[in-house]
Every structure is written in structure tokens, then in C-alpha cells.
């Protein structure tokens, strides 16, 4: 039978206008009563479509973020086209999201190009927080940067530093070197021997060598548009050829790597037989081959991307590291005759410094510490993206929201180190206890795995050089009128490279 027939159409219809206007009212009510507003952390205005971006558009964005702060506090929400940011500028703040709730923040924000170069996110720097993460991380820490690996670092350091000592000793006098340059050939060449057990460093693979493939890797790990505008983003990354160049830049990047695994899974056993022989590669090769119960089973792709956070993360930041040190010391007399007072003391008696003597020196440790704290390498970090809803600060923070921790901020803030907080004074360290008043390495799940064992490598190669010998500012600029510019967004280094004249020591004046 119809309904029609029992209800007449106006009564049936002015009934169901009637329960849904209750319904209505219902939902809203108990909407705004469940439901009370968010609190966001302050922030800038915005645009329509690209939010905050448009301040950041020519300018370094960790300081453009560091005056912002100023303006809106420590925690600050901030947008990114369609992703949204929350800045945040002080040690305390710091502390909530690397420590007090590092187990919300230890993921990192999805990007097209991080995506395709750790080979789908099975790499331990850019992918989400997951028990494979963690893995590899284990595996990177036990095979590259343990004690296992120790004496071989050190054994090759050595060797790679006497090299660059002896060819500084031949340099014509008068005559500025570039350290930048010096730095970037006896960095790679350590970490090419030691994970790969040869110099592959000028082996050109499709074309261009390593070096350049690695530092396009690095420019792209920084993003596009498309991160920030899904949708349209995409179209213009494929128009202006972004796209084209990542597929390029991976094509080339895993020729190389891929060369490397090769040429090691070609060794014959008695090639490799003694254990100081095993490189960081045979040792991941190994892993691939045990079953799964003895330990966690690599495939090909784990070894290429655990590769590829070696590459393009323990390179760069260990000779942007050397450079600021080093660019710091020569505008700093003082600090430079402190330093070398210390190192020749230990070394009077010695043609060679080893690893033990430069464990020993303490001041040389604290102006490390402090060109780290002056100028982190990474000045906002990796991104730490936060994977369910907190509070920050007081402030309401969802899921999706990434953290840009500004350790390059926090690092110079007046008011957590004082009236001389921009000036390069490392006896400062002799008092201050650090926590979170800097974070160069990060803190937390996502913290630098090189932590204690990057800075040994910067001092030893640091101390070579201060100790034989005497360093000028070229072209009668004085030191302390050093330029001293940066450039860069996830690796901020020296605008301009480092050039200085080496002035062999005599030890009988
Ligand atoms: C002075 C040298 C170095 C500095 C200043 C440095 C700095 C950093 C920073 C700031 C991060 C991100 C931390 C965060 O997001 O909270 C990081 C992560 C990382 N670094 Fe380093 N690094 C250095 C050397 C190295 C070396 C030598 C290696 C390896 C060979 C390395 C491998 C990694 C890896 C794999 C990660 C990712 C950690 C994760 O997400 O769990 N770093 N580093």
C-alpha cells in the first residue's frame, strides 16, 4: 500500500521538514558543547591559497622565522600552501617537542622528492616513524658509526689528514688555499673508503661524478612546489622541469650506487677474508644474506637507501662544519693562539697527532661546540612531524603539523646566552650545563645517529691544521673583517667559500 494513501503529501512533508529542523538544532547544539574551539599558536597573517609563504620568498627562511618569533612567541603556527608549520624558537619549546613528547614528533612530512630518494621511504632520515626506521637506524649506528667501525675511521683519517698536511706544506707561499674545497676532498674521500672501501669519489657514473649527484640530491631533498601545492604543484613541477631532474638525479645516483654494490658483490672471498678489510658495504651485504632469524634481513633497496643517508647526510654537514670552525678561528686571533698553545703543548715531541692526543684537548672540543652553536649546519633541522593530537605550549597541535625546530635561533638568543650570545667565545662552555640551549644534532628518536662520534672527525682535522700551521686572511683584509654571509635553506653554509693563507710552522723559533 502507499504511504500516500494513509498520510496526506502536505502532513507528511511539513513532518519531515519538522524532524529534520530538530535534528539540526540537535547536532549544532551538541556540536558546540562537545566541541570547543581549538587554541592554535599565534600567527602571521596569511594569504588565500599560499598562507605564509610569500615571507619567506628571496629570504633566509630560519631568519625570517627567528624575527617572526619575536613578534608571536616561541611556538608559532605558520602555512606552507596547503601544509601547515608551527615554529618553534626557545630551548623550553624545544624540549616538549624533542624530549617531553618526542614519541608524538618523531615522524617527518611526505615530499615527492624524499619519496623517490630513499627508494619509497625506506631510507632512516626522511621516512615516517616505523619499526623498519628503526632497524636501519640500529644497523647504520652498529655498522658505520660504532666502535666497530673505529679503528678504520680513524686508521683512514689519519692517512687522508697526512695527505692534505704534506700537500699544504708544498703549497706556494703567499698563496690562499681554498679549504672549502680542501675539506670537501678529504671529507668524501673518508667516507668513500670507509663505507665503500675505495675512492669512488671522481668515478663518473652516467655522466656526472658522485660529487655533483650528491649535491643535487641534497638541493632537491629540499623540496618543490608540489610539497606545498599538491594539485597544481605537480603540474608546474612537471612544466618547469623539476620533475624531469629528479628522475634524473635519482637515475644517476642509484647508477652509482648500484656500481658500488656491484663491484662488491664481485669480490671474491679471499679478497675480503681479514675483518679490517670489510667495508661499510660488505658488512650490509652480509646482513642481506642472513635469514631473517639471526638478525633483520636487508633487501637491495634497504642497502641503496641506508647508502644514500650517507651520502647526502654525513658529507655535508661534517664540511660545513670544518669551514664555519675554521672561518671562525682565523677571525678570531685570540682563539686561534689559544688553540695552537694547546695543541703544540701535546704535541712537542710528536711528528704526528693521533686520535687519543685530540680526545684530550678540551679547549679545542669547546670552540667545535661553539661554531655548532653559531651556526648549525642544519639551522631548522629535518622537519619533525607530529603523528596524533597534543598541546604544545598550551597551544592545540593536530596531527599533520610539522615542527621547524630553529636551532639556529635558539643557538643565538640573547636571552639564553647572555649580552655576548653573537659573539665567538667558547670559554663560555667552561660554566654552561647545555640542554636544549642548542640542538645542532637534533635530540630525541630523530637525532643525529653521528652525534658523538661527527665532532671527533672535525677536531682532528681541525687540530692538523692549527697545529703545523699558521693561517691569514688573504688580500690585506684583516681577520677579523672576515666575511662571514651564509646561504642556503636545509644546509646553511658559507656564502662565500674559504680562502686563506697557510703559513708553515717552525718549531725551532
Ligand atoms: C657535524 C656533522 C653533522 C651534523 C651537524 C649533523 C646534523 C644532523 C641533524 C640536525 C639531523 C636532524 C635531526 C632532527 O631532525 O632532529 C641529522 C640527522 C641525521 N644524520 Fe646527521 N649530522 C652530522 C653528521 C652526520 C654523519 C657523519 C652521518 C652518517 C654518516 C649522519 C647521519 C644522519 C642520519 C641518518 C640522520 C637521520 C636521523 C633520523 O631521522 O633518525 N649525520 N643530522
Request: hydrophobic letters at 40%.
Amino acid at each position: 500500500m502507499e504511504i500516500f494513501t494513509i498520510f496526506p503529501q502536505w502532513l507528511l512533508t511539513s513532518t519531515l521538514i519538522f524532524i529534520m529542523f530538530f535534528m539540526f538544532l540537535y547536532t549544532f547544539k551538541s556540536n558546540k558543547s562537545s566541541i570547543s574551539a581549538p587554541k592554535l599558536p599565534p600567527n602571521p597573517p596569511k594569504l588565500p591559497i599560499i598562507g605564509n609563504l610569500h615571507k619567506l620568498v628571496g629570504k633566509p627562511r630560519h631568519q625570517v622565522l627567528w624575527q617572526l618569533s619575536k613578534q608571536y612567541g616561541p611556538i608559532m603556527q605558520f602555512k606552507m600552501g596547503s601544509k601547515s608549520f608551527i615554529v618553534i624558537s626557545s630551548p623550553k619549546m624545544a624540549k616538549q617537542i624533542m624530549k617531553t613528547q618526542d614519541h608524538i614528533f618523531c615522524s617527518r612530512p611526505y615530499s615527492k622528492s624524499t619519496e623517490r630518494l630513499t627508494y619509497n621511504y625506506l631510507d632512516i632520515a626522511f621516512s615516517p616513524q616505523s619499526n623498519h626506521r628503526r632497524e636501519m637506524r640500529k644497523i647504520l649506528v652498529s655498522e658505520f658509526l660504532g666502535p666497530k667501525r673505529a679503528s678504520r675511521i680513524n686508521h683512514v683519517l689519519g692517512t687522508e689528514v697526512d695527505t692534505m698536511v704534506r700537500a699544504l706544506a708544498l703549497h706556494p707561499p703567499n698563496g690562499a688555499v681554498n679549504l672549502r674545497d680542501l675539506f670537501l676532498a678529504t671529507v668524501k674521500a673518508v667516507v668513500c673508503k670507509v663505507a665503500f672501501g675505495d675512492n669512488y669519489r671522481q668515478q663518473p657514473i652516467n655522466g656526472p661524478s658522485w660529487e655533483v649527484v650528491v649535491d643535487e640530491a641534497q638541493e632537491m631533498l629540499g623540496g618543490s612546489v608540489g610539497d606545498f601545492f599538491p594539485w597544481v604543484g605537480r603540474f608546474i613541477d612537471r612544466i618547469s622541469g623539476s620533475s624531469r631532474k629528479l628522475d634524473r638525479c635519482f637515475n644517476n645516483l642509484d647508477a652509482y650506487i648500484e656500481t658500488v654494490i656491484n663491484d662488491h658483490k664481485n669480490q671474491t672471498g679471499s679478497e675480503v677474508s681479514d675483518v679490517d678489510d670489510k667495508d661499510f658495504v660488505h658488512s650490509l651485504l652480509e646482513l642481506s644474506c642472513k635469514d631473517a632469524t639471526s638478525g633483520y634481513q636487508l633487501t637491495k633497496e634497504d642497502i641503496k637507501s641506508l647508502i644514500m643517508d650517507v651520502l647526502t647526510g654525513g658529507v655535508d654537514t661534517t664540511v660545513v662544519t670544518l669551514e664555519w670552525t675554521m672561518s671562525e678561528i682565523a677571525r678570531n686571533v685570540r682563539v686561534m693562539q689559544k688553540l695552537q698553545t694547546e695543541i703544540r703543548n701535546r704535541t712537542k715531541t710528536k711528528q704526528k697527532l693521533d686520535a687519543t692526543d685530540v680526545a684530550k684537548m678540551t679547549y679545542l672540543k669547546m670552540v667545535v661546540k661553539e661554531t655548532l652553536r653559531l651556526h648549525p649546519p642544519a639551522p631548522l633541522l629535518i622537519p619533525h612531524e607530529c603523528i596524533s593530537q597534543c598541546q604544545v605550549g598550551g597551544y592545540d597541535v593536530y596531527p599533520g603539523t610539522s615542527a621547524l625546530i630553529n636551532a639556529w635561533g635558539i643557538g643565538r638568543d640573547p636571552t639564553v646566552w647572555g649580552e655576548n650570545a653573537g659573539e665567538f667565545y667558547p670559554e663560555r662552555f667552561e660554566k654552561f650545563e647545555v640542554d636544549f640551549e642548542m640542538v645542532p644534532f637534533g635530540a630525541g628518536r630523530r637525532s643525529c645517529p653521528a652525534m658523538n662520534t661527527a665532532p671527533a672527525t672535525v677536531e682532528f682535522l681541525i687540530a692538523n691544521l692549527v697545529c703545523w700551521f699558521d693561517w691569514e686572511v688573504p688580500n690585506g683584509v684583516k681577520n677579523e673583517d672576515l666575511n662571514m654571509e651564509d646561504v642556503g635553506t636545509l644546509i646553511l653554509r658559507k656564502k662565500l667559500p674559504l680562502c686563506l693563507v697557510p703559513r708553515k710552522f717552525n718549531w725551532e723559533d
